[in-house]
């Protein structure tokens, strides 16, 4: 079984920063793709960005290029999200999750689910 737990998020004016770490436990991860994803009051859940444990190969949602970057530890077995330039369209549960198979955009090809962080960008 695999276990992640989210922190970092909080409460950040427009144009701030935050950085979101996910903490994962349990079985080895060597060879799962880890990802981000977010959901809004109202809104499906939406991929943000994905890597694979090696960290050579990184996927981001088109709204986050540019802003976002998503990064691994794995010794640590930590993933990170650093998010700048926050906009209010990003205020959301993010959540991190794992695959046995691939980082990929697509959430149905996680198999792991953290509990989600709240970030909240107010204007």
């Known amino acids: 079984q695999v276990q992640l737990v989210e922190s970092g998020g909080g409460v950040v004016q427009a144009g701030g920063s935050l950085r979101l770490s996910c903490a994962a436990s349990g079985r080895t991860f060597s060879t799962y793709g880890m990802g981000w994803f977010r959901q809004a009051p109202g809104k499906e859940r939406e991929f943000v960005a994905a890597?694979?444990?090696?960290?050579?190969?990184?996927y981001y949602a088109d709204s986050v290029k540019g802003r976002f970057t998503i990064s691994g530890d794995n010794a640590k077995k930590m993933v990170y999200l650093q998010m700048n330039s926050l906009k209010p369209e990003d205020t959301a549960v993010y959540y991190c999750?794992?695959?046995?198979?691939?980082?990929?955009?697509?959430?149905?090809?996680?198999?792991?689910w953290g509990q989600g962080t709240q970030v909240t960008v107010s204007s």
């Open positions: 890597i694979s444990w090696s960290g050579a190969i990184t």
């Open positions: 999750a794992a695959s046995k198979a691939r980082a990929t955009y697509a959430a149905n090809a996680y198999d792991y």
